[in-house]
T-cell receptor, first 109, second 118 residues
Framework: DAKTTQPPSMDCAEGRAANLPCNHSTISGNEYVYWYRQIHSQGPQYIIHGLKNNETNEMASLIITEDRKSSTLILPHATLRDTAVYYCIVSDSGYALNFGKGTSLLVTP | GAVVSQHPSRVICKSGTSVKIECRSLDFQATTMFWYRQFPKQSLMLMATSNEGSKATYEQGVEKDKFLINHASLTLSTLTVTSAHPEDSSFYIC??????????????FGPGTRLTVL
């Protein structure tokens, strides 16, 4: 699996958009970009994934650059409950996920 | 999304005993399940890939005789930690992926099992 690079931590004010970047310059053509988050002492929660096109669901938006070497997860209106570690993972859909260190997002009042 | 459960959520045992952790996919069939463990302040590390009806595939450094995995049905995989020791204390998490051709293309994770070995 391709490796990813994420900032170790970020802060965001409640109600503002949280933009979490991820670099995956060695991604291959059949690998998806997945985003999961883990709230303390819980199992990871799926957020969103994409292959080439930008994606949006009820939780977030995923913006993937045209060359697919980087992406950004956008939480449009962050709340305190969005405080978690966010993992960006690239993987073929049928394989285990290789979790890096992720980005610890702190949403402040 | 699909739901994956784990049981128990928390277990405390004495050193030398065995502990079984169950992972169930509640509303879909999973031909493949994955087992991870997570030590404090670290990321999830893949332990093994569990395939229904066949032997599990273990990651390098994971003892297959110590961490027994059974995937006897399409909705249940079990992880048994045999002769547990304090260094096995960790957060064990399973995930399951709906079969190819389903509407899902992602894995779903269980809530995790906190194992403490005294």
């Amino acid at each position: 699996d391709a490796k990813t690079t994420q900032p170790p931590s970020m802060d965001c004010a409640e109600g503002r958009a949280a933009n979490l970047p991820c670099n995956h310059s060695t991604i291959s053509g059949n690998e998806y970009v997945y985003w999961y988050r883990q709230i303390h002492s819980q199992g990871p929660q799926y957020i969103i994934h994409g292959l080439k096109n930008n994606e949006t669901n009820e939780m977030a938006s995923l913006i993937i650059t045209e060359d697919r070497k980087s992406s950004t997860l956008i939480l449009p209106h962050a709340t305190l409950r969005d405080t978690a570690v966010y993992y960006c993972i690239v993987s073929d859909s049928g394989y285990a996920l290789n979790f890096g260190k992720g980005t610890s997002l702190l949403v402040t009042p | 999304g699909a739901v994956v459960s784990q049981h128990p959520s928390r277990v405390i045992c004495k050193s030398g005993t065995s502990v079984k952790i169950e992972c169930r996919s509640l509303d879909f069939q999973a031909t493949t399940m994955f087992w991870y463990r997570q030590f404090p302040k670290q990321s999830l590390m893949l332990m093994a890939t569990s395939n229904e009806g066949s032997k599990a595939t273990y990651e390098q450094g994971v003892e297959k005789d110590k961490f027994l995995i059974n995937h006897a049905s399409l909705t249940l995989s079990t992880l048994t930690v045999t002769s547990a020791h304090p260094e096995d204390s960790s957060f064990y998490i399973c995930s399951a992926r709906p079969p190819s051709g389903s509407s899902y293309n992602e894995q779903f994770f269980g809530p995790g099992t906190r194992l403490t070995v005294l």
